[in-house]
């Protein structure tokens, strides 16, 4: 039984217009495709900025913390200067002091 040409092109017609409809969708998967990587491809540049700027407010609060530092360093002398100008005061006043008592107590003794 031999087909008629007329039935081979309906044929021929049927598996283009299937071919058509089964390949429509997988253009659309495709493009859908396409748009979830460009979306990917742009959180990763998003994260590696954010990542970035990350990186940079931690070398700057390092050096925040290494001026900070420095400037306890610098209060700390002065005040291990400050105690030692008033470890000098107390030891002259208690000389000094000292010093009065014993005139004072010489005047008293030997003064009539």
Request: glycine share 2%; charged share 35%.
């Given at each position: 039984?031999?087909?008629?040409?007329?039935?081979?092109?309906?044929?021929?017609?049927?598996?283009?217009?299937?071919?058509?409809?089964?390949?429509?969708?997988?253009?659309g998967l495709v493009r859908y495709d396409l748009e979830?990587?460009?979306?990917?491809?742009?959180?990763?540049?998003?994260?590696?900025?954010?990542?970035?700027?990350?990186?940079?407010?931690?070398?700057?609060?390092?050096?925040?913390?290494?001026?900070?530092?420095?400037?306890?360093?610098?209060?700390?002398?002065?005040?291990?200067?400050?105690?030692?100008?008033?470890?000098?005061?107390?030891?002259?006043?208690?000389?000094?002091?000292?010093?009065?008592?014993?005139?004072?107590?010489?005047?008293?003794?030997?003064?009539?």
């Open positions: 039984m031999a087909l008629a040409e007329e039935d081979l092109e309906q044929i021929r017609r049927l598996i283009r217009k299937e071919v058509a409809a089964q390949t429509a969708p997988s253009v979830l990587r460009e979306r990917i491809v742009r959180v990763e540049e998003e994260l590696k900025h954010q990542r970035e700027l990350m990186e940079q407010g931690f070398r700057l609060m390092d050096k925040r913390f290494e001026q900070v530092d420095k400037r306890f360093e610098q209060v700390d002398k002065h005040l291990e200067a400050l105690t030692n100008r008033l470890d000098r005061f107390m030891r002259w006043s208690f000389a000094v002091t000292l010093t009065v008592g014993g005139l004072v107590v010489t005047a008293i003794k030997y003064l009539p």
